[in-house]
């Protein structure tokens, strides 16, 4: 599966951001998906995912009540809605996919066999 993120950008603090990762190239469905973040100098680490059927999430703790991940089964799409962005948000944003044969939540990223190319979020303060 081909995954393309987008939706990256400039936002001031307190603002908002909704990324996207559109999938292509094998059943969308099939697939539990996540969002990472890396941040300069850092590891990177998972902020939400979210089960094939769509019906389970997990979120960092960082991130909780704040960021919202979605998929769009019709559009292929996986998002991730954030808002209230802080500086510390300021990373590249990969989205990626993995099978999990029970429906459930990918945390590690070992888990995850695809990934998109990522996309800059820069939140200012």
């Known amino acids: 599966v081909q995954l393309q993120a987008s939706g990256g950008g400039l936002v001031q603090a307190g603002g908002s951001l909704r990324l996207s990762c559109a999938a292509s190239?094998?059943?969308?469905?099939?697939?539990?998906m996540g969002w990472f973040r890396q941040a300069a100098g850092k590891e990177r680490e998972l902020v939400a995912a979210?089960?094939?059927?769509?019906?389970?999430?997990y979120y960092a703790d960082s991130v909780k009540g704040r960021f919202t991940i979605s998929r769009n089964k019709t559009k292929n799409t996986v998002y991730l809605q954030m808002n209230s962005l802080k500086p510390e948000d300021t990373a590249v944003y990969y989205c990626a996919a993995g099978t999990h044969y029970n429906d459930g939540i990918l945390i590690n990223a070992r888990s995850y066999n695809y990934w998109g190319q990522g996309t800059q979020v820069t939140v200012s303060s």
């Open positions: 979210i089960s094939m059927s769509g019906g389970s999430t």
């Open positions: 190239g094998r059943t969308f469905t099939n697939y539990a």
